[in-house]
Structures are given as C-alpha cells and as structure tokens.
Nanobody, 118 residues
C-alpha cells in the first residue's frame, strides 16, 4: 500500500526557513518521479520541485529556484524540501506526490500548511 506522510510546515517570518518531510512507503523512490507541489489560497496547483526516477536530476520552478532545495534519503525513504529566504507569496498548502512518469501524479501526501507572515 502506497503512503506518503508529510511533516513540517507552520508559520515563519519572511526571510526565514522551514523544512518539509515526506515519508514514503509501499513503493521504490528510484522507480518514480517525486514532486513537491503547492496550492496558494485561491490559486491552482503549482509544481515547484522534482527529482526524476533514478534520483539523478533535480528540477525547480523559477519561483523557488535558488531558495528551495529538494533532496531524498533512500535509506529512510524520505523526501525533503528545504525552504530558505521564504516570502509571503510562498504561503500555500504544500504536497508531496509521486509519479510513475513525469507529471503523471498518482499518489499524494496529505498536505501541510506553510504560512509566511510577520
């Protein structure tokens, strides 16, 4: 049974940092793309970062490039998103997701709220 269980998130001031975690079970990281996707209030889903199947390459949306870092620990089967230099426009619900091929999301984490506010 595939499960993605998220942790982290919360309230942070502009310029601060947070780390999100996504503990996976029931599938093999190396055979799937894994993503972080967010949804800001009143907006649609926006993919922000990904690691390809095989784990050799990382990808970032322009909106987070240079500020966010995606990584994974295969031994722990856990995906991470380190978020630095946070801005108010980063406020959103963040989801991890897996995809057997690029953009073909099939399982999602439960979502975690990130609020950037002073």
């Amino acid at each position: 049974q595939v499960q993605l269980v998220q942790s982290g998130g919360g309230l942070v001031q502009p310029g601060g940092s947070l780390r999100l975690s996504c503990a996976a079970s029931g599938f093999t990281f190396s055979r799937n793309w894994v993503y972080w996707v967010r949804q800001a209030p009143g907006k649609g889903l926006e993919w922000i970062s990904a690691i390809n199947s095989g784990g050799k390459s990382t990808y970032y949306a322009d909106s987070v490039k240079g500020r966010f870092t995606i990584s994974m620990d295969n031994a722990k089967n856990t995906l991470y998103l380190q978020m630095d230099s946070l801005k108010s426009e980063d406020t959103a619900v963040y989801y991890c997701a897996k995809a057997p091929s690029r953009y073909a999301y099939d399982y999602w984490g439960q979502g975690t709220q990130v609020t950037v506010s002073s």
